[in-house]
């Protein structure tokens, strides 16, 4: 092997290298400088976590790393060397992204190969396929209790279905997501299996406690995701004589990443995946990772030291495929996942906006801003290199995550504002538009969430009938996907919004599906109504043409590159959420009316951004204003103003 010049490596690790790439001293070569640039990543995170063990597992770590490398295909080594070349392409204006169920879909893993045209049509270029490897028969949580990491559901295909679709479509230009569930497994996972049969090795994979003592200790902080149908946190199982950890159902089983034997399997089946092809792994439940007593066992400090350490074996041995952090936290926490402090750029690529999306919900709603610009603007910025994903909705609830602080200094009280939007967007509250449906309501904290799909929150279900109401409808519906488009991050499309398809009346017929409302936004594709999407006289055909605009727009925009920051410009009208970036290229100003009026904006800003000759690039327009220095937005209007002088080119 090369010898290593520019930081000593402990001996066991230099030795790993070898032992695992034997007879490929080229593929030494670029393991061993691909150690040097993370191995400080690699250690110091591991020391965080497992104290004294931090060369002995790099080691194994580094091992497994280069034996992953030494298998992976010769187009996906390619693919990490110009991801490596150009690392901001998750940032890029010219990415969009869609989410669905792969049979939900289209069918298949072959079928989604073949609808490839469709997504281009939308701009898209980074496909999330909703859980895929293969889950417990019966209820399984969407997909998300996973019986076997390495195996494809049998419905959809196996893993060289899912290793052609995604070399079919990376020679389209569109990267693949997948789900890796990291807080816990099915019961039925073999680790659970070997863990009932007594096998301690796996009993150790896991949090089980020999009586109620220890359990009622972390209850006394722990909140209850799923209170209608999973009460508590701990689960007895008569196989393993104890308690077991069970945030989220009683058959999904909490692994203990205490145990660095937890680390090392997740780290191997990160090389695998991505060998596949996969190109982001959406770190589901990541902010349960770690266990502290006296805490609501979320965002602890050690889930971002694991984040690292992961992030180092794949930038060791799979460089083209990053992270994106599925946290769905409250506002304060949301930055970290991206990386703060020593953690920068040594974390997640991407983590979800949840604040944005409940933000632009919540003025929907109210008609004001005030709520939105207090909460965005009083987030920390997001590193250069992190990158938001941003979408107005997902597989999951909407969550009403809006902080009483930000609440209080907006003039509201963060309890009742967050009953208000649930009431508003089931229906329930006088003069809505909103026909969602309530979801998981605990009568003890009053907690209430929603379900249902993008047209049906916005008022654009089929059960509010006239022109009117349906104008109205696809307004709030642009004005939306338009904050979601311009805030910078990567936006994500869920799976028939595209055509404005509302919540499936048949939701509960489905076996598995009749104690969960959120299938409810999760229909079926509807192909016929995707055939009149050039048909701009249709509701569906004005979505996904409007849709279709945002990316192009966006595409040609460089202001829209995510390291742009938005910040919310104050002194704006209540009605107005406005934002500035900063960009190299120039400044972009994003206006957004969130009222059913004419709303004014002062012209000032656009001179204080720097700019002479501001145009509304979504328009195509020059912006103008009158002797009283005032442009006027009509009802739902979003623009985003970026400067045009006559000389720039």
């Known amino acids: 092997m090369t010898s290593m010049t520019l930081l000593t490596l402990p001996a066991a690790v230099e030795a790993a290298i070898v032992a695992a790439l034997p007879d490929a001293p080229d593929d030494r070569r670029t393991i061993g400088l691909r150690v040097e640039r993370w191995w400080p990543d690699l250690r110091s995170a591991l020391e965080a976590i497992y104290p004294g063990r931090a060369d002995e597992l790099g080691a194994r770590l580094v091992g497994l790393a280069a034996t992953a490398y030494g298998v992976r295909p010769e187009d996906l080594r390619d693919l990490d060397q110009r991801r490596l070349l150009e690392p901001d392409w998750l940032q890029r204006p010219e990415m969009v992204g869609y989410a669905c169920y792969a049979e939900r879909f289209a069918g298949d893993l072959s079928a989604v190969a073949g609808k490839a045209d469709y997504l281009a049509e939308l701009g898209v270029r980074y496909l999330h396929l909703m859980p895929l490897l293969l889950p417990r028969d019966g209820d399984n949580d969407g ?19 899912l290793r052609n679709l995604t070399s079919s479509l990376q020679a389209q230009g569109i990267s693949v997501v997948l789900d890796l569930v990291l807080n816990h497994v099915a019961k039925e996972h073999e680790w659970a299996r070997r863990a009932q049969a007594g096998e301690q090795r796996y009993l150790d994979y896991f949090r089980i406690f020999p009586d109620r003592t220890e359990p009622d200790a972390f209850e006394a902080t722990l909140p209850e995701v799923f209170p209608d149908f999973a009460p508590g946190n701990f ?29 090392v399997e997740y780290a191997d089946i990160i090389c695998f995946l991505a060998n596949l092809g ?23 400090p050690e889930v971002h030291e694991l984040t690292q350490v992961l992030r180092a074996v794949a930038r060791i041995a799979c460089p083209a495929t990053v992270f994106k952090a599925e946290a769905i936290v409250g506002p304060r926490d949301l930055v970290p996942y991206l990386g703060t402090g020593r953690h920068v750029g040594r974390v997640s690529d991407l983590a979800y906006h949840n604040s944005l999306m409940v933000q632009a919900w919540s003025m929907l709603a109210t008609g004001d801003a005030r709520l939105a610009k207090q909460a965005l603007g009083a987030l920390p910025e997001s590193p250069p ?46 003069g809505s538009w909103g026909r969602g449906l309530v979801f998981q309501f605990n009568p003890e904290t ?19 009938a006239g022109a009117p109401a349906r104008e109205e409808g696809l307004a709030r519906l642009f004005l939306a996907h338009a904050l979601v488009y311009g805030w910078g991050g990567l936006p994500v499309i869920w799976s028939g919004d595209e055509l404005a398809m509302p919540d499936d009346p048949a939701w509960a017929a489905e076996p598995g599906h009749e104690e969960d409302n ?14 009149t999407r050039d048909d701009l006289t249709t509701i569906a055909g004005k979505v996904f043409s409007s849709l279709a605009h945002l990316a192009r727009v966006r595409a040609a925009l460089p202001e829209l590159h995510a390291s742009a920051v938005a910040h919310v410009i104050p002194g704006v009208d209540d009605g107005v959420l406005a934002v500035v970036k900063r960009h190299p290229s120039g400044p972009l100003i994003g206006l957004y009316n969130v009222t059913d009026g004419w709303r004014p904006f002062p012209s000032e800003h656009f001179t204080a951004a720097g700019m002479t000759a501001p145009v509304n690039a979504l328009g195509g327009h020059m912006v103008t204003w009158g002797a009283d220095g005032q442009v006027w937005l009509g009802p739902y209007a979003a623009w985003w103003v970026v400067d045009r002088p006559a000389n720039d080119t």
Request: charged content about 25%.
């Open 446 to 464: 009053g907690d209430k969430r929603t379900s249902g799909t993008a047209a049906s929150l916005v008022g654009l279900d089929p059960t509010i």
């Open 518 to 531: 959120r299938w409810a936004h999760r229909p079926r594709l509807d192909w016929t109504l995707a055939a």
């Open 143 to 161: 997909g998300y209790a996973v019986a076997d990491y390495r195996t494809i559901r049998p419905d959809l295909g196996t893993t060289d279905d």
């Open 278 to 300: 996969v190109e982001v792994l959406r770190l589901d439940a990541i902010a349960f990772t770690w266990k502290r007593l006296g805490t609501n066992c979320q965002n602890q």
């Open 235 to 263: 689960t007895w199982d008569h196989d393993v004589r104890g308690w077991v950890w069970t945030t989220f159902n009683e058959w999904q089983w909490d692994v203990d990443w205490a145990n660095p034997e937890v680390l």
């Open 385 to 430: 290199g992190g990158t938001w994903i941003t979408y107005l909705r997902c597989h999951d609830d909407i969550g009403w995550a809006i902080d009483d602080g930000d609440a209080a200094d907006a003039g509201v009280n963060g309890f009742e504002h967050r009953r208000y939007l649930a009431d508003w967007f089931a229906g329930d509250f006088p």
